[in-house]
């Protein structure tokens, strides 16, 4: 490789890679150029040169592609939360199927070549989607600023008015950060040593149209002023909590949460029913294709009144409970107590008497269930974007429920489990859903069907 950091090269993008960014060859090494589209012609800037790939960023656009849009957002670039709001939106779709395919020929599972990818489920309108926004508090210019950080820094991007955040979530988060300066609360700076709020978190209820507000501070901070004056302007807000993370870590959250004022959770409905959430508890970000996963998470997995149901990584229950009137029973794991409490009181509020939640690892409560006597016929596994861990997939291919569904936020992960899984399943097909227009990211629904020659009762030990 005889590139240089600084050199100047022409390029023609071939595809686009798994962060949006855009892929070409040049004297046969790859190059990653961040804002190029498939088909374009460019002259891009080398920024590093790694083994075997460079990265660059672009310069001059000699061949526009004709699916070249101009983002709606002013801070687009500079923030870097999405990825491909430069993309005509229908494309986006396009490219997120393409992801799909992607992933698989990397990690080549059994007979990817001919898997039913089917094509992403998009947004009729795909602006204000979020509704739960998670930004970090700084101060500067002598004020305190709340936003994201620029991708691989920590300068944070001062977010006033996000196009994919909830209008109502946005206007509280920027009363937040004049209240905090009102107040004179302490900001955290990491690199001032200074302890205080360091990220705010601000959820709404599609439904119900409440509002959590979680404040996350390393240090005890005094919040009654700024609690009295936003709800006074905000009666949408039912809770505020406060979590303390004194760790020097990126990790957002702590071990502690308090409730500091209100009602402990608030409701939020999916399909037919209506649930609570925790400040803490896990659900989708985008509530209205929401809607859609779960209605394609209820008709890949295809139960009958028969079924024995395991909902790993079940959060609060939301999608578990999609089948608890459709099924035997349902069983659900969860790391979070908090969340397990939520699915516990979500099946009592629903009436369920057919389900079942303990906090713990799946690889730990299926094998322990399974000793007991409990035989599951259906799994949903809806894991974080590090994919499935490995004793959990050693487990499955263990214990072989007849049917499973696997809801996934990351197609490489994805692809990667799937190398082991159709060792014992068959996928039947792949829905991709459209949880976050204009980033890279995809939602994926998976429907596993155990194979044949594997379809003769297989001995558990007990």
Not at 159 to 182: A, F, M
Not at 224 to 239: A, S, Y
Not at 419 to 436: A, G, H, T
């Amino acid at each position: 490789m005889n590139l240089r950091v600084k050199q100047k090269i022409p390029l023609k993008i071939k595809r686009m890679g798994i962060n949006g960014e855009g892929i070409g060859f040049y004297k046969k090494t790859l190059v990653f150029v961040p804002g190029a589209l498939k088909g374009e012609e460019i002259f891009c800037q080398i920024t590093s040169v790694k083994h075997n790939f460079v990265q660059a960023r672009l310069l001059t656009i000699n061949k526009k592609s004709k699916f070249r849009v101009q983002p709606a957002c002013p801070i687009y670039e500079e923030c870097g939360g999405c990825q491909i709001m430069h993309l005509r939106y229908d494309k986006q779709l396009d490219f997120k199927k393409d992801l799909l395919k992607q992933a698989l020929k990397k990690f080549k599972p059994q007979g990817y070549e001919t898997y039913d990818v089917r094509a992403t489920i998009g947004m009729e309108h795909p602006q204000y989607y979020r509704a739960k926004l998670q930004f970090q508090t700084r101060k500067f210019g002598g004020s305190v600023k709340a936003g994201l950080f620029k991708e691989q820094s920590h300068h944070l991007v001062d977010i006033k008015d996000c196009l994919v955040q909830d209008e109502l979530t946005q206007k509280i988060v920027n009363r937040v950060c004049q209240l905090l300066d009102d107040h004179k609360i302490p900001i955290y700076d990491e690199r001032r040593h200074f302890a205080g709020v360091r990220t705010i978190m601000v959820r709404k209820s599609q439904a119900t149209n409440q509002v959590q507000l979680i404040f996350v501070t390393s240090k005890e901070v005094n919040l009654l002023g700024i609690i009295r004056d936003l709800t006074g302007c905000f009666p949408e807000i039912k809770t505020v909590a406060v979590n303390f993370n004194f760790s020097k870590s990126s990790d957002i959250y702590g071990q502690k949460t308090e409730i500091l004022w209100g009602i402990d959770s608030i409701s939020e409905e999916v399909l037919d029913y209506s649930f609570l959430l925790s400040p803490r508890a896990f659900y989708q970000l985008n509530p209205q294709q929401t809607q859609i996963l779960y209605r394609q998470v209820l008709q890949a997995l295809d139960v009958t009144a028969g079924d024995h149901v395991i909902d790993a990584y079940c959060g609060v229950g939301s999608i578990g409970l999609v089948f608890a009137n459709k099924v035997k029973s349902v069983r659900g794991m969860d790391i979070i107590p908090e969340a397990i409490a939520d699915a516990k009181r979500n099946a009592e509020r629903m009436g369920y008497t057919n389900t079942y939640y303990e906090v713990g690892k799946a690889e730990n409560s299926i094998p322990k269930w399974y000793k007991e006597g409990y035989r599951a016929s259906a799994l949903i596994v809806d894991p974080p974007r590090t994919g499935l861990d490995e004793k959990l997939l050693k487990t499955l291919l263990t214990y072989q429920p007849e049917k499973m569904v696997y809801v996934s936020c990351n197609v490489s992960t994805l692809a990667r489990d799937l190398v082991q899984l159709v060792k014992v399943y068959e996928v039947n097909y792949i829905q991709s859903v459209d949880m976050f227009p204009h980033t890279a990211r995809t939602e994926a629904v998976v429907k596993l069907v155990k194979r044949k020659q594997n379809n003769r009762s297989k001995k558990v030990r007990k």
